[in-house]
């Protein structure tokens, strides 16, 4: 994870209206390719809703390749707008998504002057124009989310701030691996069948490595990005408590791993 400016922490205007443009091959394609994964599309969107509220999500993709056209059902679980990319002409393919994301960003820019934010998830350095348009000329607040190793440096000095994934080397990462092997030790030193939420929180918070608050809102982040899930436990109709349930094989996926050290 890298900061430019601005720190991204999730603790912004939660009033903010967002839009947000993803070049998908560059997501999906740099992930595979430089780090063996497949994007988390529900993590990422987690990510951004800490940001404030989300008007529009728009993906851009030539999804008629094998692997990638798989991935567009978790696409349409977080958003249906997604533009098919394919040149159909088979000898012009270069830039052709940029292209054509580059004419959406600007089209929503000058159209709509109730969005307070535009979030770009590329790694190409043609959006850096597009980026000091929106910023100086619009007075937007952009930001900019791209792959590690694939991202352009120009590109990434031209936003209000920048993120990179995978983010395995941040402090909220490094909380939630904390929280997930606080887990899976209550997992298998009881017997009782749940994990509680409230336990958790106050034995992570024991340690005295991480505040009580950034505790529940890695917890959160978790639950919204579908990794943990958090259900309910009766003991009678008055006497309830809140409970968790990791999905190691998603969390394995994603890059978590509990902490190994406590």
Known sequence: MRFSKSQHTGSGNNQKRIVAFVDFEHWYYSMQN???????ISEWFALLSAHGRIIDCV????????????????????????????NPNPRHQKDYTDFIMLDHIY????????????????????????????????????????????????LKDAADWFFELPDSGSERHKLCETILAVIKR?????DLGYVSYASTVSNVAAMKKFPPNE????????????????NEH???LTNRIKTLVPDWDKLAEAGYRPTPEL
């Open 59 to 86: 993906f851009f993709a030539d999804f008629s390749q094998y692997g990638i056209r798989d991935e567009l059902a978790k696409i349409r679980a977080i958003s249906n707008k997604i533009i098919e990319t394919r």
């Open 107 to 154: 089209q929503r820019a000058m159209q709509d002057n109730s969005i307070d934010m535009f979030a770009i998830f590329s790694g190409d350095g043609h959006f850096s124009s597009v980026v000091s348009f929106m910023k100086n000329y619009c007075k937007k607040e952009v930001g900019i989310y791209g792959v590690s190793g694939a991202t352009s440096r120009v």
């Open 215 to 230: 505790i529940e809102e890695a917890l959160q982040f978790l639950i919204a990005a579908e990794l943990v899930r958090q």
């Open 186 to 190: 209550t997992q298998q030193s009881t």
């Open 234 to 236: 009766r003991f009678s």
């Open 34 to 40: 430089l780090h063996g994964k497949k994007p988390n």
